[in-house]
């Protein structure tokens, strides 16, 4: 409990001024107006992670902003995160010791969690040139980047074919486009040669043991799903803080996993007039929830020892419509010599090298070829299948490729 004992202190003595949100409507997501910030140092001097948190019904999950010292002077921001005040603050610490910030690279076209907070972010740094993955799109009307924010004379679109400034220091590569319907699926990876090390948005990910260190700066939601039944009273000990965290990554991942039953309202409802917190907090008391016994072995095959993996939305929803485009995008980024990933959310910095990145795709790539390592349970796509061929059957997305195959895990 030191490290979250330390997390707490820090966390008591920062005002709920410096953490306000005032645009969460625009995504309305917990903590709502409230975003709590956590900095944490990856590569002395050089390397910086900021990391919040959002969710829906306390299903909250990490998500990352990564600043890298530039060799020529000043910072280089990939994918920003929302800029409270203390946020900045944390920045402008960092700018006073290496230089202003120099660029903002917005590194995907689908993840509005990552898009919405660029242009906030710009207008702090007024001094900073954006770039933005390609083929930005926006729902229900394309509209031009300056109208979604970002300074038209500050903006660019990263591309292959125009030179950058910071390409003496940076390799990048452009996942995509990936054709699904309302709009393409793009990430850009950037890699710092100094410090081999490979930035990437959503395309693979770690799920800890332990609950990431920035939920411990608000424990209540994982104390929240620890509990069995809506007459649990809240108790925050470490086991708890862990067990709600598992659960969290099983609804996160997998929407409805497998060894989750969802009763119905009325039941819920009845449930909820026996809780000992009926308040907002709680949802009135309402806990719609009933995981089966063999839960805890769901989330096992989900962390697998820590090793890195396609999230199961990106594997059944998104890659599996562009098999030719990530196969292109996975060889080029495995040329680079990197040691480390840095992803927008959970676990960062991985130990993993151009190889193992490798193989973290062959699930999707070479599905009937290999042997893979801990492989997700198929029942657990149950809830995700079932969305997609809803989807191509209302004509929203288009189907998977043909060479392409469902997770059959046993």
Same mark, same amino acid.
């Given at each position: 409990?030191?490290?979250?004992?330390?997390?707490?202190?820090?966390?008591?003595?920062?005002?709920?001024?410096?953490?306000?949100?005032?645009?969460?409507?625009?995504?309305?997501?917990?903590?709502?107006?409230?975003?709590?910030?956590?900095?944490?140092?990856?590569?002395?001097?050089?390397?910086?992670?900021?990391?919040? *948190?959002?969710?829906?019904?306390?299903?909250?999950?990490?998500?990352?902003?990564?600043?890298?010292?530039?060799?020529?002077?000043?910072?280089?921001?990939?994918?920003?995160?929302?800029?409270?005040?203390?946020?900045?603050?944390?920045?402008?610490?960092?700018?006073?010791?290496?230089?202003?910030?120099? *660029?903002?690279?917005?590194?995907?076209?689908?993840?509005?969690?990552?898009?919405?907070?660029?242009?906030?972010?710009? +207008?702090?740094?007024? %001094?900073?040139?954006?770039?933005?993955?390609?083929? @930005?799109?926006?729902?229900?009307?394309?509209?031009?980047?300056?109208? &979604?924010?970002?300074?038209?004379?500050?903006?660019?679109?990263?591309?292959?074919?125009?030179?950058?400034?910071?390409?003496?220091?940076?390799?990048?590569?452009? !996942?995509?486009?990936?054709?699904?319907?309302?709009?393409?699926?793009?990430?850009?990876?950037?890699?710092?040669?100094?410090?081999?090390?490979?930035?990437?948005?959503?395309?693979?990910?770690?799920?800890?043991?332990?609950?990431?260190?920035?939920?411990?700066?608000?424990?209540?939601? !994982?104390?929240?799903?620890?509990?069995?039944?809506?007459?649990?009273?809240?108790?925050?000990?470490?086991?708890?803080?862990?067990?709600?965290?598992?659960?969290?990554?099983?609804?996160?991942?997998?929407? %409805?996993?497998?060894?989750?039953?969802?009763?119905? &309202?009325?039941?819920?409802?009845?449930?909820?007039?026996?809780?000992?917190? +009926?308040?907002?907090?709680?949802?009135?008391?309402?806990?719609?929830?009933?995981? @089966?016994?063999?839960?805890?072995?769901?989330?096992?095959?989900?962390?697998?020892?820590?090793?890195?993996?396609?999230?199961?939305?990106?594997?059944?929803?998104?890659?599996?419509?562009?098999?030719?485009?990530?196969?292109?995008?996975?060889?080029?980024?495995?040329?680079?010599?990197?040691?480390?990933?840095?992803?927008?959310?959970?676990?960062?910095?991985?130990?993993?090298?151009?190889?193992?990145?490798?193989?973290?795709?062959?699930?999707?790539?070479?599905?009937?070829?290999?042997?893979?390592?801990?492989?997700?349970?198929?029942?657990?796509?149950?809830? !995700?299948?079932?969305?997609?061929?809803?989807?191509?059957?209302?004509?929203?997305?288009?189907?998977?490729?043909?060479?392409?195959?469902?997770?059959?895990?046993?």
């Amino acid at each position: 409990m030191a490290g979250q004992d330390s997390i707490s202190q820090q966390n008591s003595k920062v005002p709920r001024r410096d953490r306000a949100w005032p645009f969460w409507p625009v995504v309305p997501l917990y903590p709502y107006g409230q975003r709590p910030t956590l900095r944490q140092e990856v590569v002395p001097d050089t390397i910086w992670t900021f990391d919040q *948190y959002q969710g829906i019904f306390y299903v909250v999950v990490p998500i990352r902003m990564t600043v890298v010292r530039l060799q020529s002077g000043g910072l280089l921001v990939y994918a920003p995160v929302a800029p409270t005040g203390e946020c900045v603050a944390m920045m402008r610490s960092l700018e006073a010791r290496y230089g202003s910030v120099r *660029y903002i690279i917005q590194s995907t076209t689908t993840g509005i969690e990552h898009k919405v907070f660029v242009g906030p972010f710009a +207008r702090r740094f007024p %001094q900073a040139q954006i770039y933005v993955a390609p083929d @930005q799109w926006s729902f229900p009307i394309n509209l031009p980047l300056s109208w &979604l924010g970002l300074p038209a004379r500050r903006t660019q679109v990263l591309t292959d074919d125009r030179p950058v400034p910071f390409a003496d220091e940076f390799d990048w590569a452009t !996942l995509g486009p990936i054709k699904l319907g309302l709009g393409p699926f793009v990430e850009v990876a950037l890699f710092h040669r100094a410090t081999r090390t490979l930035l990437l948005t959503d395309a693979l990910v770690s799920v800890p043991n332990e609950p990431p260190a920035v939920l411990h700066l608000d424990p209540y939601p !994982l104390l929240f799903h620890a509990r069995d039944r809506a007459d649990e009273a809240i108790v925050d000990t470490p086991e708890a803080r862990r067990r709600g965290w598992h659960r969290i990554a099983l609804f996160a991942f997998f929407f %409805q996993p497998n060894s989750l039953d969802t009763p119905t &309202l009325g039941t819920a409802f009845k449930a909820a007039k026996a809780a000992p917190d +009926r308040s907002r907090r709680a949802y009135f008391g309402l806990y719609p929830f009933c995981w @089966q016994a063999d839960w805890a072995a769901s989330f096992e095959a989900l962390h697998g020892g820590g090793r890195p993996f396609v999230a199961p939305v990106l594997q059944t929803l998104i890659f599996n419509r562009g098999l030719q485009e990530l196969q292109a995008w996975v060889e080029q980024v495995s040329q680079w010599h990197f040691e480390r990933v840095i992803p927008c959310h959970l676990t960062a910095p991985i130990a993993l090298g151009p190889a193992e990145f490798r193989a973290a795709f062959a699930t999707i790539l070479q599905p009937q070829a290999t042997n893979r390592d801990r492989p997700l349970p198929a029942q657990d796509f149950a809830f !995700l299948k079932a969305l997609d061929a809803g989807l191509v059957r209302r004509g929203i997305t288009p189907p998977a490729d043909a060479v392409a195959a469902p997770n059959d895990a046993p």
